[in-house]
C-alpha cells in the first residue's frame, strides 16, 4: 500500500509564498487575535519553516456527522479537535469527556462572537443544517476564525456570495467540506483525467441517493435544509461531474419526480438533471431519496473510470479501463481534515479546489437545478 | 448451456386459437392471394396441427443490415429467404447465387408491387433507410403481404399510424425489426423483472452510442434517416427502457449537443433523454454518433440488471444483482426471425410485443423528443 499522503501531496501545490502569505493576512482587517494564532510557532523556529503545531479546530453542531467529524479527526496528524459550539448543553459534558475540551473552548450560538478573544482556536468547522451555514459562517468570520464550512456550502448562490464577502472581509479562509477532494480513489480518478489517460473525456454519468428514514428530520425541512435530496446528496454528483469534467457547465436542465408527496412535501424527492459543458461534454446525473443507488461515470475518447460506490464514506470501489482501482483505504474525514490543516496553516492549494470559490460554483448550478425545474425542465444558460 | 428455444418460448403466448386466426384473415381484405399462403399445409396435415413448413422471408433492401439478416436465416429452423428487393441490379446475381433465390422472387422497388401474384413469399423484411419504411410498408402490404419492419418504425409517429392502419387494412400482420426481444440475455432480464425479481424498479439508465465513420452515408441524411443517432441506435435505449419499465412513459424531457455541425448539418449528434413513468420510475438516456458507449441498467428495490454491451449483435454481457448473466450465445438475426416466424404462421405472440403498437409506441416519444429539444428541454407529457 503506498503512503497515504503521496496521492494526496502531489496535488498540493503552494499558491503564495509564505510571504506572501504573511503580507495577505497582515493587510486584511479584523486579524489582530488570529495572526498570532495562525503564525505562532515554538520560540526556536525558523520562521522559514512549516508552523510546527496542528491546526486548532472547533466543530459547530454536534449531529451524527460532526460526531463522525470529531472522531475522524483523533487520528488526523496535523489537525485537532479543541473546541464545540452547541445548542444542546446536554451533549458538553459527553464531548468534554471524549475529546479534553476545557470549558474555555465551548460556545453556544449566542456566545460564538466572544471566540474573538480566544487565540486557542484557529478554525470553525461548520455542520449545522444548510440553510444555517450563511448565518453562522457570517458569525464564524465576525469572530475572526477561519472557517470550514460543510457542503452544500449554502441554500442559494446568493448566500454563498454573502459567505464569501464576509470572509474576505474578516480576512479569513473559507473552505468547503468537500472530503472527496482528499480521498485516494476520487484523486487517483482525477488525476488519471487530468494527466490525460481517459483522452478527451464525452460523458460524465452520476447518480447517488439513498431512501431517507425519520420523517421528522431537519432534512426533509426546506426552511433548515433548503431542499431536498439535490443538496444533500445531488451535490456529489454535481460536485464530481465538475471535478470530473474540469470545466464548468455551460447550460443546465433538470426534472423532478414526487412519489410521495406527504413524505416530500417541502423538499425535493428524486431529480435528474443534465448539464453542458463548453467542450461538448454532457453529463447526466440523479438523485433522490427515495432508494439507493450510487455511480460516478467518465467516459473518454481513451478510456473510462467508474465507481461505485463513489460518494459515501468509503471503502470506495471502482475501476478504469486499465482495470480495479486499488487505492489506500482511509477515513475521509482524518485525510480531509489534515489536508484542510495544510492548506490553511501552510497556504496551501487544492486542484480541484475546496475553496469558496468552489462552493459556489456548485450553489449557482443548484440554483440553475431548480429554476429548470420551475420552467419545466427548460434549458438554464450559465453565464460566468 | 439450456436449448435456445426455452428461453424464447416460455414468453411466446398464444394469444388466439388457430380458429379466431382464420376468423380473422377471412374478415381481412385483399387476402385471396394470402389465405392459402399463409395456411397452406402438407395435405395430410391434421387442421389443429401447426403448419409444418417454414416461414417464407423476402429481403427488400440489400445493405449491409440486410447481408446479415441474410446470413443468419441461414441457420433458421422455421424461416427461410426466399426472395429480394433491391435498385442496384448488379446485387441481383450475387444474392441469387449465395441464397439459392429463383427469378421469379426477385424485385425491384417498381415491380414488388406485382408480389401480389407470387404465393411463394409470406412476408417482405423492409431494411430500407428509416424515412422509406412508411412507403415501402404500404408498398408490401398492398401486395398483400406481412411486413416485418426494421427499427425505427418510421421517420415519424403519423407515418407510423399510417402504416399500421395499411396492414389492417391488408389483413396482413406488422412486425417491426426489435431483434433484442428475443435475445437470451435480454429476455433474461425481462423475466426477471417481471417476476419481481428486482423487486419495485425505481431508476433506468440507459445510453448507446458509436463514432460514426463516412459522412456522406444515407444515416447522415435527414431526408433518408429521419434523424441522427436518436432515431438509429437511441431507439435501443428508449425500447429498453419501455421494456424494462413495463409501463408507458408519461413524460419526456431531451437535450441536444452538437460537436460538429458540418458532419451532423442535417440530423442529431448526441441526445440526452428523460422518461417518467407512472409508478415514478424515471429513466435517463443518451445516444450519439460522436462516441462509443452502451449501457442498459434497471435498478430496482430487490436488486438490478446491468448489461454491457447491451444492444449490439452480441456476445452481450452483463450481471444481476444475482451474480454474472450467462446466456446462450446466439446469433440475434437467427433466433428473431425463427421468432418471428412462429409469431406470423402460428399466431403467437409475444412480451413485450414486436407488434406494430410497439414501434408506434416509440415512435410516439421519438417525437416528444423532438419537440422537447425545439421547446428548449421542457416537459412533453405524453397522452396515450
Known amino acids: 500500500m503506498p503512503p497515504l499522503l503521496s496521492v494526496f501531496n502531489q496535488n498540493l501545490v503552494p499558491m503564495d509564498s509564505r510571504r506572501n502569505f504573511l503580507q495577505k493576512i497582515t493587510l486584511g482587517s479584523g486579524l489582530a487575535s ?10 526556536a523556529a ?18 451524527s456527522y460532526g460526531n463522525r467529524v470529531a472522531k475522524a479527526m483523533k487520528d488526523c496528524k496535523s489537525a485537532e479537535l479543541v473546541g464545540i459550539v452547541t445548542g444542546s448543553p446536554e451533549k458538553i459534558p459527553v464531548w468534554q469527556k471524549e475529546y479534553g475540551i476545557p470549558d474555555k473552548n465551548v460556545y453556544n450560538y ?59 472581509k474578516a480576512g479569513v479562509k473559507l473552505l468547503i467540506g468537500y472530503r472527496l477532494h482528499f480521498e485516494p480513489y476520487t484523486r487517483k480518478v482525477i488525476g488519471m483525467i487530468q494527466a490525460g489517460e481517459m483522452g478527451k473525456l464525452n460523458y460524465i454519468d452520476n447518480y447517488q441517493g439513498f431512501k431517507i428514514g425519520d420523517p421528522t428530520q431537519w432534512r426533509l425541512k426546506k426552511s433548515l435544509a433548503g431542499g431536498g435530496a439535490l443538496m444533500d446528496v445531488g451535490v456529489y454528483c454535481l460536485n464530481a461531474a465538475r471535478y470530473l469534467a474540469n470545466e464548468e457547465p455551460i447550460w443546465v436542465t433538470a426534472q423532478e419526480t414526487k412519489t410521495d408527496p406527504v413524505k416530500f ?26 432508494f439507493n443507488f450510487e455511480r460516478l461515470y467518465a467516459h473518454g475518447t481513451k478510456g473510462f473510470a467508474e465507481m461505485s460506490p463513489a460518494y459515501g464514506y468509503g471503502p470506495l470501489k471502482g475501476r478504469t479501463h486499465k482495470g480495479p482501482l486499488d487505492e489506500p483505504i482511509v477515513t475521509h474525514q482524518t485525510v480531509q481534515m489534515d ?36 420552467d419545466g425542465g427548460r434549458k438554464v444558460i450559465l453565464n460566468e
Not at 525558523?46 to 449531529?63: C, E, F, H, S, T
Not at 451555514?133 to 446568493?158: F, N, S
Not at 412535501?265 to 427515495?290: H, K, M, R, W
Not at 459556489?360 to 440554483?367: G, H, K, R, S, Y
Open 34 to 43: 488570529l495572526a498570532p494564532t495562525l503564525l505562532s510557532a515554538t520560540p
Open 46 to 63: 525558523d520562521a522559514r519553516q512549516k508552523p510546527a503545531r496542528k491546526l486548532r479546530v472547533a466543530i459547530m453542531g454536534l449531529g
Open 110 to 168: 449566542e456566545t460564538v462572537g466572544q471566540m474573538k478573544n480566544n487565540p486557542d482556536i484557529d478554525v470553525v468547522y461548520i455542520i449545522t443544517p444548510n440553510s444555517l451555514h450563511h448565518t453562522h459562517t457570517l458569525q464564524v468570520a465576525a469572530a475572526g476564525k477561519h472557517v470550514i464550512c460543510e457542503k452544500p456550502m449554502a441554500d442559494t448562490a446568493a448566500n454563498a456570495r454573502k459567505m464569501m464577502a464576509a470572509c474576505e
Open 265 to 290: 412535501a417541502e423538499v425535493d424527492e428524486t431529480i435528474q438533471f443534465q448539464l453542458g459543458f463548453p467542450s461538448g461534454l454532457v453529463a447526466s446525473c440523479a438523485t433522490t431519496y427515495n
Open 339 to 374: 489536508g484542510m490543516a495544510d492548506i490553511i496553516l501552510n497556504n496551501k492549494t487544492l486542484n480541484p479546489p475546496v475553496d469558496g470559490q468552489e462552493g459556489l460554483n456548485d450553489m449557482i448550478v443548484l440554483d440553475a437545478i431548480y429554476k429548470s425545474i420551475r
